[in-house]
T-cell receptor, first 113, second 115 residues
């Protein structure tokens, strides 16, 4: 079936370095993508989203890149901080958001001080 | 704090008992979703409501599970005759549907342990 997945289950980075978390999706009908951050014992927290008519979107210290040709999504975190340590999920839906979200397994980001 | 609240935050029950969870969405949001998350996995969709209408249920939602949103505001998820395999985090999310993309905001979850 169609799914959203992640390339790397764990990522360790030095404090201050940039982090890149990758995600592949297989549903060609997907047109809306979201990155969530989940800390231990908490619900997923919205970070940034992107629609399929865009290739790049920037937020505060975060950038999402979308490559529809290869069905790839990435989250870049600039100047990674200890507070960024969490599990990051990409999620997608289609029909401009009128379907439930499909999540990948997640990538655990560990920031080394 | 996203504005979505869930109660209780933790629930321990014995196999065979019934449990009920509550979700209060962001007040102006018309859609409410239930997801289940097991350790090391991403959330999996269970069901969702638009206002008081339940629009979709996944295959994960067995006949022991029932969800309601009677007045289009808060929602309840009931699990009857709980099994150990029901142990998971149950997440609620809400969104405001409008033209274009819809962002779902999650609550803190209810962690269920079935002994």
């Amino acid at each position: 079936g169609e799914s959203v997945g992640l390339h790397l289950p764990t990522l360790s980075v030095q404090e201050g370095d940039n982090s890149i978390i990758n995600c592949a999706y297989s549903n060609s009908a997907s047109d809306y993508f979201i990155w969530y951050k989940q800390e231990s014992g908490k619900g997923p927290q919205f970070i940034i989203d992107i629609r399929s008519n865009m290739d790049k979107r920037q937020g505060q210290r975060v950038t999402v890149l979308l490559n529809k040709t290869v069905k790839h999504l990435s989250l870049q975190i600039a100047a990674t901080q200890p507070g960024d340590s969490a599990v990051y999920f990409c999620a997608e839906n289609s029909n401009s958001g009128n379907t439930p979200l499909v999540f990948g397994k997640g990538t655990r980001l560990s920031v080394i001080a | 704090d996203t504005g979505v609240s869930q109660d209780p935050r933790h629930k321990i029950t014995k196999r065979g008992q019934n449990v009920t969870f509550r979700c209060d969405p962001i007040s102006e949001h018309n859609r409410l979703y239930w997801y289940r998350q097991t350790l090391g996995q991403g959330p999996e969709f269970l069901t969702y409501f638009q206002n008081e209408a339940q629009l979709e249920k996944s295959r994960l939602l067995s006949d022991r599970f029932s969800a309601e949103r009677p007045k289009g505001s808060f929602s309840t998820l009931e699990i009857q005759r709980t099994e150990q395999g029901d142990s998971a985090m149950y997440l609620c999310a809400s969104s405001l549907v409008r033209q274009g993309a819809e962002t779902q905001y999650f609550g803190p979850g209810t962690r269920l342990l079935v002994l």
